[in-house]
């Protein structure tokens, strides 16, 4: 029996030093001690030995027993103390990269355009979403039943509570809050009632930027956009003005800039016409003036508004409107 013992030893320590994943450590436990393991049945086989050979045979068998559950812990803590990525894993192979998201390119868009106005010394100013009739119209010069009204397709939550259709109510907001000189610019979300389609969404995003001090003229206006422009599309783009009508502004233009894609030679960006249009500018009406107390006499000022979408899409050259609110991340990673 001593012998039988002796020889369990030697197979155990043989066996013990291979046993390098939980596997084989297990299976060494069922080989030696589980119900029907070795040492277990010669230590229930000690009762029907003599007495005398049961003492040294049952001192033996017990040294063996801690032997193997000792062995067996040591091993298994090893396995633990192993950092997991070398246990199965060829660590020689390169490692997966991880997934990384990024910016959606209207936001890099208002960022940029941001930077660009605020190094010209325009401060940010934001306002409400969900707007009062009196900032999104009436102060802005839109007085009941004007026909202007109805280009904005309004979404109307009550009567005289909307969704701003343009961000023009902050321009109002801040004159209200601030003394002139005032040159704020204010991006953000605006909705209108449109049929959506390639070049329309119900929700959308402007930036607007107001300047108004003594002595501010159209030509601060032309001045600053042509600034906008070259620090957008380089150096060589230039800006024209159209007449248009908007009822804040008195003289109001629609603003193109030179096509940067073709220098104007035409092109597809442009329709073959050397211009693109970006947005509405004027000199800021009287009557918006009154309605937030400044003196109409002593102060002039400019504003103007363009969509970051339309600026997005000739930046990353999407032709479709839609295709920013898909999330699709086949367009998205290409701006990242
Ligand atoms: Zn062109």
């Given at each position: ?69 000792s062995?067996i ?18 660590i ?67 009567k ?11 321009q ?10 005032v ?9 209108r ?16 930027g ?11 206006l ?15 783009v ?19 800039f030179?096509?940067?894609?073709c220098g ?18 004027g ?41 920013f ?12």
């Open positions: 029996m001593l012998e039988r013992i002796r020889a369990l030893r030697e197979a155990f320590d043989a066996a013990l030093p291979a046993a390098t994943d939980a596997e084989a450590i297990e299976a060494l436990r069922v080989r030696f001690l589980a119900r029907k393991g070795e040492v277990t049945g010669i230590l229930r086989g000690l009762g029907q030995l003599a007495a005398e050979e049961r003492k040294e045979v049952g001192k033996a068998a017990n040294e063996l027993r801690q032997r193997v559950q062995g812990d040591q091993a298994l803590e090893q396995l633990k103390a192993q950092p997991a990525d070398e246990r199965h894993v060829d020689t192979l390169p490692g997966r990269r991880p997934w990384r998201g990024g910016l959606h390119p209207l936001r890099q868009t208002e960022l940029r355009l941001i930077e660009i106005f605020q190094t010209m010394g325009f401060d940010l100013a934001y306002g409400p979403d969900v707007e009062l009739d009196d900032y999104n119209f009436k102060a802005l010069n839109f007085p009941d039943d004007h026909p202007a009204r109805d280009l904005h397709d309004t979404f109307y939550i009550e005289d509570v909307l969704l701003r259709t343009h961000t023009s109510p902050v109002v907001r801040t004159m209200e809050r601030l003394k002139p000189p040159r704020v610019i204010t991006p953000g979300r605006v909705y009632c449109e049929t959506i389609d390639a070049s329309h969404a119900a929700v959308f995003h402007q930036l607007e107001l300047y108004v001090d003594e002595r501010v003229s159209m030509a601060d032309k001045g600053t956009l042509a600034a906008f422009a070259r620090s957008l599309f380089g150096a060589r230039g800006v024209r003005f159209r007449p248009d009508f908007f009822p804040f502004t008195e003289p109001s233009v629609e603003f193109a030179s096509c940067a894609f104007g030679k035409g092109c597809r960006v442009c329709k073959n016409s050397g211009w693109i249009e970006i947005g509405g500018a000199m800021v009406d009287p009557e918006v003036f009154r309605a937030v107390d400044y003196d109409p006499e002593r102060f002039t000022g400019f504003a103007f508004g363009l969509g970051i979408e339309r600026i997005a899409m000739l930046l990353y050259e999407i032709p479709d409107i839609r295709f609110f898909e999330n699709d991340l086949r367009l998205l990673e290409a701006t990242w």
